[in-house]
């Protein structure tokens, strides 16, 4: 099992930036490419792939936040981190950390573990 812990969501105004942190207690496999990345949900809305890190440091983003997220992580730590700025109240979501083992995808199905998830509002 792998736990993944989120913290640093909040409400922010437009505009403004916030830094979100998940801590996994392990990766999946030690010997092989690992992927986290970030995923958001809204009520009735799917769940969307917004950034992918792999263990080589390979990034992917979501068309919808490039030029304004940067998705980074501390393997040593085992922490992975998503700095967002310029947000929008689009950008209004539940924020989840996931993980899997092989490369990256920005498509949920893929992961395999996930976090509680932490809220970032941005109002109108």
């Known amino acids: 099992q792998v736990q993944l812990v989120e913290s640093g969501g909040g409400s922010v105004q437009a505009g403004g930036s916030l830094r979100l942190s998940c801590v996994a207690s392990r990766y999946m496999y030690s010997n092989m490419i690992n992927c986290m990345g970030w995923f958001r949900q809204t009520p009735g809305k799917e769940r969307e792939g917004v950034a992918v890190i792999e263990s080589d440091g390979r990034r992917e983003y979501a068309d919808s936040v490039k030029g304004r997220f940067i998705i980074s992580q501390d393997k040593s730590k085992k922490t992975l981190w998503l700095q967002m700025n310029d947000l929008r109240p689009e950008d209004t979501a539940m924020y989840y950390c996931?993980?899997?083992?092989?490369?990256?995808?920005?498509?949920?199905?893929?992961?395999?573990?996930w976090g509680q998830g932490t809220q970032v509002n941005v109002p109108s």
């Open positions: 996931a993980q899997r083992a092989g490369n990256c995808y920005l498509e949920d199905r893929r992961f395999t573990y």
